[in-house]
């Protein structure tokens, strides 16, 4: 079984700063995916990066990083000069290869201060 | 722009009712899966389904059901609804293997009272 952990109920950050959301995981797969979500107050839940176990270098998809350290079975979202629209929850989840379901955290609650 | 339809954004109903919550989706995705979201809990897996009357226990499948007649269109059932079913009902769908992870439905506040 999958287990992953959020330790970061909520963040307050100011607009502009950088942001790291925590998050490590738990499993006995060699071979997993990583994603981070965000769901806005709508309520709709977006896809933001992805990280194969097997990728030698961390994902990069805009303002968004994972900082992917599998030693330690952390996969850390980097959210660089942050705005006030990235203000939301944000889940880190993780699928072994092979499976299809997903596994989330609890979440992290983001809020950004003008 | 691709989609995932959940029928209802509010859902309020009584204790012992029936519920349906459909899913509808046209991106021709193999996969479909329910989800709930509690405060504090994350999401939670209740089903999935990988293909057309084929389906899978999530983590949570206590007081659900789910059926798979079209390969669009995913339903989560509630045979006798409870108050504890009180959630936030999320619906996605996907192809499999997919590194683009999963596209989630607005998802459904359900309340039971």
């Known amino acids: 079984a999958q287990k992953i952990t959020q330790t970061q109920p909520g963040m307050f950050v100011q607009e502009k700063e950088a942001v790291t959301l925590d998050c490590t995981y738990d499993t006995s797969d060699q071979s997993y995916g990583l994603f981070w979500y965000k769901q806005p107050s709508s309520g709709e839940m977006i896809f933001l990066i992805y990280q194969g176990s097997y990728d030698e270098q961390n994902a990069t998809e805009g303002r968004y990083s994972l900082n992917f350290q599998k030693a330690r079975k952390s996969a850390n979202l980097v959210i660089s000069a942050s705005q006030l629209g990235d203000s939301a929850m944000y889940f880190c989840?993780?699928?072994?290869?092979?499976?299809?379901?997903?596994?989330f955290g609890t979440g992290t609650r983001l809020t950004i201060i003008p | 722009d691709v989609k995932v339809t959940q029928s209802s954004r509010y859902l309020v109903k009584r204790t012992g009712e029936k519920v349906f919550l459909e899913c509808v989706q046209d991106m021709d995705h193999e996969n479909m899966f329910w989800y709930r979201q509690d405060p504090g809990l994350g999401l939670r897996l209740i089903y999935f389904?990988?293909?057309?009357?084929?389906?899978e226990k999530g983590d949570i499948p206590e007081g659900y059901s789910v059926s798979r007649e079209k390969k669009e269109r995913f339903s989560l059932i509630l045979e006798s609804a409870s108050t504890n079913q009180t959630s936030m009902y999320l619906c996605?769908?996907?192809?499999?293997?997919?590194?683009?992870?999963?596209?989630f439905g607005s998802g459904t506040r359900l309340t039971v009272v």
């Open positions: 389904s990988y293909d057309v009357k084929m389906k």
């Open positions: 996605a769908s996907s192809l499999p293997r997919d590194v683009g992870g999963y596209t």
């Open positions: 989840a993780m699928r072994p290869f092979g499976n299809e379901k997903l596994t």
